[in-house]
């Protein structure tokens, strides 16, 4: 068989997302087919920042050191989100609101202790991740960090992390990017943080999806619009669920054959377009390594197991990792 990463050598990276338990479990699948790392959850700001003055390194530097042991890149995930950034942030003390001018102190000071440790280590960053509002008729997703500092807290992310690392490039990182509505919107973002000069280098699309859509003219329609921003882009997360939107079935303890089969050819049809972009896209990161673990078990729906990526749970190649390396 022909290693993931060897078989789009020369076109863009593949990654896979880690964690602590990941890396014991499934260390030599990740050497054999993977050239890139991501942290799951190990660089976001709870757990690296989990209280004032106090940074919890320790994991995210074995990751880092895993990588950089086994000749991979590592993606930096990620410096300014509203989920896992712990309460304190956004408190005094007494436990009271504090105002735009302290949290970005805050966040100018995580960003810098940060992106400063993992200067030369780390080759990007998803500077900041899913701002952009899911629902039509708004503009960004109403958070702490946006309600706080203004829609200002977004440019000066990019330019704290530029000044914190200059070398590397900086990414904004979303999901349901290739639904056109929200594709639009993200590119507004993207296209007015340019014109004001803001370091912006790439375009992140995380690529949670399933067997059931986006439609793959969708996902091509995003990766267009996207480059033609003159940015990078990066397939950052990656996986397949098996099951549609509304599927809320939790009695599955294996996929079925016919889940596999589509589970195929999408996976093929996804590479391909993939291929067909190589000029634009440098990255595609899938969200784990294998089946037996990934943050779709027992997410969105409670109790289900799912098999999204193109390893089954015993680490032997399914269907799907054929059709994206023989080609
Ligand atoms: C997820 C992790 O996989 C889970 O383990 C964690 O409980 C929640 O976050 N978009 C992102 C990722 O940018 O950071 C999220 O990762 C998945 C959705």
């Known amino acids: 068989i022909t290693p993931l990463a060897e078989a789009y050598r020369g076109m863009f990276d593949i990654g896979a997302a880690v964690n602590a338990r990941t890396l014991a479990t499934s260390g030599d699948l990740l050497k054999t087919h993977y050239n890139s790392l991501t942290a799951e959850n190990d660089m976001k700001f709870e757990r690296l920042h989990p209280e004032p003055g106090v940074y919890t390194f320790e994991t995210a530097d074995s990751i880092a050191r895993f990588a950089s042991e086994n000749g991979m890149r590592m993606r930096g995930h990620t410096l300014v989100w509203h989920n896992q950034a712990p309460e304190w942030v956004f408190q005094n003390e007494a436990g009271q609101a504090i105002g735009q001018e302290e949290l970005l102190k805050r966040m100018e000071e995580h960003i810098n202790a940060v992106a400063g440790r993992y200067r030369g280590q780390v080759y990007c960053w998803d500077v900041v991740n899913e701002v952009i509002e899911d ?25 704290y992390a530029h000044a914190a690392d200059p070398d590397a490039q900086l990414f904004y990182n979303d999901y349901n990017e290739c639904d056109p509505v929200k594709r639009d919107k993200i590119v507004r973002l993207l296209r007015s943080l340019k014109e004001q000069d ?112 193109v390893f089954d749970a015993a680490h032997r190649p399914k269907a799907s990792f054929y059709r994206i390396t023989e080609f």
């Open 135 to 159: 629902k039509a008729e708004e503009w960004l997703r109403r958070s702490k960090w946006l309600d706080i500092a203004g829609e200002g807290f977004i440019a000066k992310a990019f330019a």
């Open 198 to 309: 803001v370091p912006l280098h790439g375009m992140g699309m995380q690529g949670h999806w399933s067997l059931y859509g986006p439609s793959m003219d969708d996902i091509r329609q995003a990766i267009e619009s996207y480059a033609a921003l003159d940015l990078r882009l990066h397939v950052t997360e990656l996986d397949l669920s098996v099951f549609a939107h509304d599927d809320r079935r939790t009695d599955l303890t294996e996929p079925t054959a016919e889940m596999l089969e589509l589970q195929a050819e999408r996976y093929e049809a996804v590479f391909a377009l993939f291929r067909e972009y190589r000029d634009a896209i440098d990255s595609v990161t899938f969200w784990g390594a294998a089946d037996d673990y990934t943050w779709l078990h027992d997410f969105p729906v409670r109790g289900r197991r799912n098999w999204p990526l």
